[in-house]
């Protein structure tokens, strides 16, 4: 399924949420520019274009039908808000008890063998596998044999939809994971570094880019993450795929920004980068590896997501 999914199109009238959701939409049509003559110009100078000016405007800009939508957010916060609403006005797919979800993304690769960072000038493909329990995930190694693990943060949909779903609810049962996590890792490798807050927020990334969550979920999940201290926004955040989009930024010693379409605010991917330098120890005998600010540490897009019985299933 592309990433970019269908809108609901049988909301329940009655809920508050739909109807939000519902006068969302109507209002992004409302903005949407008139068709101008097609252009010959490559897509990276339309993106290049578009980003010029979005930073005119202080404006997120995405490329939709070749034809350029622009959407304002002033805060994290309406951010959190536009984002929960459009969450109920897709329905996305449908976790069912015992199955996987399969994720093609788009990836930068390390950066030479010692796989200090990312290489930005390059891309490769990558596919997993989430459990919808969300407590295994699997992939394929380079001798093609498929690897299952558990997964962090080890919490799924059944606990997620207990209800009541709230904001402070959904954030707390993950914060009890996180931090169930963190009293029973083994301290070293640069893990004591890393605040509650930046594991708290590195957590509810990887539920909203690995699971299929529901619609309810989703939207609590997206008004806690303004919540979370040191959260921000930041916008013309651009994936693996070139596609430019907004998204909820933390920064510690690294900063970490989960993007989402800024017309319908669904998840594209994630682009992270190290603030300060750090040296990062790899054990007896080995040399530590030394991270320096600007570093690209990830950089993904989601390009294909799927329902199936089993981990290996595309």
């Not at 199955?99 to 490769?124: C, F, H, M, T």
């Amino acid at each position: 399924m592309n990433t970019l999914g269908n809108l609901r199109r049988d909301t329940p009238p009655m809920k508050a949420e739909a109807e939000a959701a519902a006068r969302a939409r109507l209002l992004a049509a409302m903005r949407e520019p008139q068709p101008r003559p097609r252009r010959t110009m490559r897509l990276g100078l339309r993106l290049a274009a578009a980003g010029t000016l979005a930073v005119a405007l202080g404006v997120g800009v995405v490329v939709v039908r070749d034809q350029p939508r622009v959407v304002t957010v002033s805060s994290v916060e309406e951010l959190g808000e536009r984002a929960a609403q459009a969450a109920y006005a897709n329905t996305g797919m449908v976790p069912i008890s015992g199955k996987w979800l399969y994720i093609k993304e788009v990836q930068a690769p390390a950066a030479g063998e010692a796989g200090n960072g990312v290489d930005l000038s390059k891309r490769e493909n990558f596919e997993q596998w989430t459990s919808v329990d969300g407590r295994q995930i699997a992939w394929r190694q380079p001798n093609g044999e498929l690897l299952v693990q558990g997964n962090s943060p080890g919490i799924g949909t059944a606990e997620l939809s207990e209800q009541p779903v709230t904001p402070e609810g959904v954030l707390a049962k993950v914060r009890r994971e996180v931090e169930k996590f963190r009293e029973r890792r083994v301290i070293g490798m640069g893990s004591e570094e890393l605040s509650l807050d930046e594991e708290l927020f590195s957590a509810v990334s990887q539920l909203m880019s690995t699971q299929a969550l529901p619609p309810e979920v989703r939207a609590a999940l997206f008004r806690a993450l303004p919540t979370i201290p040191g959260v921000s926004i930041r916008r013309d955040v651009t994936d693996a795929s070139g596609r430019v989009g907004i998204a909820f930024s933390h920064t510690g010693w690294a900063r970490y920004d989960l993007i989402l379409d800024p017309v319908d605010f669904q998840y594209l991917g994630k682009y992270g980068e190290i603030t300060s330098e750090r040296r990062v120890e790899n054990g007896a005998g080995n040399p530590p590896t030394v991270y320096r600010p600007g570093t690209p540490v990830v950089l993904t897009s989601r390009v294909e997501t799927k329902v199936v019985d089993t981990p290996g299933l595309k």
